[in-house]
């Protein structure tokens, strides 16, 4: 059965980043905070709260519609499967997720999330959520 990652406790978010770098480590091989699918913003301050950007798991991903190169495809149950071979960096992508869940690495690849989980498991205040999905 596919998964998705939900924010299930925003207000519990203390911006550690663990999640992040969980996320970098385990898909990137790397311990980066670019190299993360998930997102930890400040909202214009600490003190204004922090922001939790992840993939929505889009059933009809507006970023794969804007791929030009068919680079992304659906996943089954939302969110997309990246094909880096097919990329040309061209950032449609990017500019058609509406979280902005979609950013470039060192290698002006996209970071896009395969909800594994990890994030969740790492985050120690229960911010993060994999959550089961039905394929209709």
Do not use: Q, W
Not at 44 to 50: A, N, Q, R, T
Not at 101 to 121: E, L, Q, S, Y
């Amino acid at each position: 059965m596919p998964a998705k990652i939900k924010v299930a406790n925003p207000n519990r978010c203390i911006g550690c980043y663990s999640c992040m770098l969980a996320c970098s480590r385990v898909n990137a091989n790397t311990v980066s905070l670019i190299d993360s699918a998930i997102d930890i913003r400040t909202s214009g301050g600490i003190e204004s709260g922090l922001e939790i950007i992840v993939c929505r798991s889009c059933i009809d991903p507006p970023c794969a519609r804007a791929c030009p190169t068919g680079a992304l495809t659906p996943r089954t149950g939302g969110g997309v499967i990246l094909n880096k071979d097919l990329c040309n960096s061209c950032k449609s992508c990017a500019s058609a997720c509406l979280p902005r869940a979609i950013h470039f690495d060192k290698a002006n690849m996209p970071v896009i999330c395969t909800h594994c989980g990890t994030c969740a498991r790492f985050c120690s205040h229960d911010v993060l959520e994999l959550r089961k999905t039905e394929v209709l």
